[in-house]
């Protein structure tokens, strides 16, 4: 009886340094995911491979041939929901909380609420992602799109600048720095990012577009959802 006592006290204790979870979720979490089998991750490849072709239906059939206890299928079948503007997308993110992808779900719960033009969800979904998974270039990036939509614009380019740093070949957050430049009306920075970075022409003109819209009053700007969408990255097709 004892012995219960103190492991119910030091499980109360516990409990304030677990960001408001019930203490035994992080205690019974698993660390890392299960090993797949060598069938599992072929279909896996296949299931990405189809996704980044832009053949979401067939993608998400192969996927459901896979168990959903495996945390990699639920984890691209969100994916994939998600793309194709399904609510089953945010159930499973949430399912992968407290696992071994918590920080790609936080991205994708992010990711979901930017697209409804919700930026105060989306903000806290990205910054959760980013703590647990802080040299992610995809996260960084996309939180800084969800601090360039509600115009904290030093917020933005900290996490732009970190994005591109942490991946010199990240042209949508290159792009994306580009966009806060020509909105703050600096064009020889952003004519200098341009050169440097080989931006084309159509990307340059996709940034002065993104800029003009950010510009425009309230009621001339498009849907928060359509203008979220032109910035988040979506999750890459092979986890990293």
């Not at 960001?19 to 299931?47: R, V």
């Not at 503007?85 to 909380?97: F, K, N, V």
Request: net charge neutral; hydrophobic share 40%; proline share 5%.
């Amino acid at each position: 009886m004892k012995v219960l006592i103190v492991m119910a006290s030091l499980l109360l204790l516990s409990g304030c340094a677990t960001d408001g979870q019930a203490p035994w979720t992080s205690l019974l979490s698993p660390s890392s995911c299960s090993k797949l089998t060598s069938e599992q991750e072929l279909s896996l490849n296949l299931a990405d491979d189809l996704a980044s072709d832009g053949k979401l239906h067939a993608s998400l059939a192969n996927l459901q041939s896979l168990p959903d206890n495996l945390s990699e299928v639920r984890l691209r079948k969100a994916k994939v929901y998600r793309l194709l503007g399904r609510s089953e997308a945010e159930p499973l993110y949430r399912s992968l909380l407290g696992g071994c992808l918590t920080a790609q779900a936080e991205h994708g719960l992010g990711q979901v609420y930017a697209a409804r033009g919700d930026n105060g969800q989306a903000q806290a979904h990205l910054q959760r992602a980013a703590r647990l998974a802080p040299t992610d270039e995809k996260i960084r990036n996309d939180l800084g799109v969800v601090y360039l939509n509600q115009l904290r614009l030093n917020e933005a380019r900290f996490e732009f600048l970190t994005a591109i740093e942490l991946s010199q070949n990240n042209q949508l957050a290159t792009l994306n720095m580009v966009t806060l430049l020509l909105y703050q009306n600096d064009w020889p920075q952003a004519a200098e990012i341009v050169s440097r970075s080989k931006l084309t022409p159509e990307q340059f003109t996709e940034a002065q577009q993104r800029a003009e819209k950010l510009k425009a009053p309230a009621n001339a700007k498009a849907t928060p959802g359509d203008r979220v969408a032109a910035f988040i990255d979506p999750l890459p097709p092979t986890l990293e």
